[in-house]
C-alpha cells in the first residue's frame, strides 16, 4: 500500500481500538479487579484481540510441527519471536483455554488506547531498572499461582535493525519455567514483520503463517532451555520465511 493509505489504515487501528475498547474495555476492567473473576475477563480480551486482528484485514493459519498438543488443563509460559504489536492479539486468539498474563515493556503502556487494556493483562517491567527485572520473577509466580499462564517474548523487544531474523534470547522465559516446572509452548510467527512493523508507514492487510513447534519439558538447566528454544525458532523462521 501506499503511504497514504497506510497512514489511512493505522488511523483506523486507532479508531478499531478506540470502539473496542469502549464496548469491551470496562467489562475486562472491572472483572481483572478480582483475581478469580480474571478467567472471565479474558474471555472479552479475546473478544478484542480478534476484533482488532481481523478487524485490520489479518487472518492466520496454522501447521503443527509437532506431534505434540496442547493440554487445556496444564498451565504453560508461552514463547514466540517478537515482530509486531498483533502478537499480542494473536496469542490471545490461538489460546482459548488458557487465560495469559504477559511479561511486557512498560513504556507499551503509553500507547493511546492499547495501554488501557495491556496493563490490564501484563507484568510490566522497566527494562532498565535491574530491581524491576528482578522482581517480575516474584510477580510471575503471583500470576501462576492464580492460575495464569506466561507469555514472554524472550527477544526483549524488536530490534531497530529489520534485517536480524532473530536477536538474541534473554533468560527470563526459561529461568521462570526450570524455577516452576512450567513446560515451554513454543510458537513461530512468519509474516507479522512485513504485514504489521511497529513502522507506521509500512504494512498490509494479509495472512500471517503460525508454526506450533512443540512444548519443551522444564529441566534444571535455563541454558539448555534457551538454546533449544532459539534453535527452534530460528530453523523454522529460515526455512519457512
Known sequence: MGKI???????????????LTVILGIPVYILSFNKKHYKYAYKFIRIWSYGMFYGMGLRYEITNLSDQKIDKNQQYVIISNHTSIMDIMLTCILFPHHPLCFVGKKELVKIPIFGTIYKRI????????????????????????????????????????????????????????????????????VGLKEIFPFDNSKGYPGKVKVYFNGILEPTDSPKELKLSSFETIKKTLTEQS
Open 122 to 189: 501484563c507484568v510490566m517491567v522497566d527494562r532498565g531498572s535491574a530491581r524491576s527485572r528482578a522482581d517480575v520473577y516474584r510477580r510471575c509466580a503471583e500470576k501462576m499461582e492464580e492460575g495464569n499462564n506466561i507469555v514472554i517474548f524472550p527477544e526483549g523487544g524488536v530490534p531497530d535493525d529489520t534485517s536480524i531474523i532473530l536477536d538474541e534470547f534473554k533468560d527470563g522465559a526459561f529461568t521462570l519455567s526450570s524455577k516452576h516446572h512450567s513446560p515451554i509452548a513454543i510458537h513461530t510467527f
Open 5 to 19: 493509505l497506510n497512514y489511512l489504515w493505522r488511523g483506523w487501528l486507532i479508531l478499531l481500538a478506540f470502539i
